[in-house]
């Protein structure tokens, strides 16, 4: 049987929404969701955020935090935003093979697809080669082609696709499936707490425990 992981001393990037983005932790000029006292009235400092509490509690390093609140992971994205705010178009800045300052991240964490499913957008298929830029506004090309690039340029990283327990059920299946195709690991939150449509406090902690019980296990999900 493998040894437990250890993410001690490990290095971590996130690409991710409006769940992760919190104002002067995210690159400047992209949208921010917390802090929204009128909200969520309890998720006001960055030390309530997920990733800072999983961070913290597994002495990790925070590389790159690139979030954009309200971002669809394909590329038909949402009203008023930017083309470049899609994750499958953020991804080349900072999960590129050249890493942040010439570093890679020991961990990486993908999550995303909420606004892809509360905006309805097309869901499309499975698939990982032959990409248009027509099957990019959909939203299951969109993801398998993120997660084959991330893991691609990547081959040193445990890559985390974190699926939110409120998408479609046909989006969820198709982000496990492309998951395990690329030999990332999937995490399937559930009874995650939230007001206006975002973790509470409460919510946060909780995708911060479902996210670390999965690092925990040696990379494959060997206890």
Known sequence: MDAAYSAEGKT????????????????????????????????????????????????????????YSGSTVCADVRDGQPPESAFIVRMHRTLSGAGIGGERPDVIVL???????????RIGQVQFDG??????????????????????????????????????????????AAARHVHAEPVELADIDRACGHPTRLGMRRIAKQIARALELAPGGAP
């Open 131 to 176: 990409f248009t830029q027509e099957d990019l506004h959909a939203v299951l090309p969109a993801y398998c082609h993120m997660a084959a690039y991330v893991t691609q340029h990547n081959p040193q990283a445990r890559v985390l696709c974190v699926i939110n327990d409120i998408i479609k059920p046909e989006i969820r299946a198709g982000m496990l």
């Open 12 to 67: 971590l990037s996130i690409l991710g929404d409006s769940y992760s983005a919190f104002a002067g932790y995210i690159p400047e000029g992209q949208a921010t969701y917390y802090p929204r006292p009128e909200a969520v009235p309890d998720v006001l400092r960055v030390e309530d955020t997920w990733w800072h509490q999983l961070a913290a509690s597994r002495g990790m390093r925070i590389l790159a935090n690139d979030s």
């Open 111 to 121: 999550f995303g697809a909420t606004n892809d499913s509360w905006l309805d957008r």
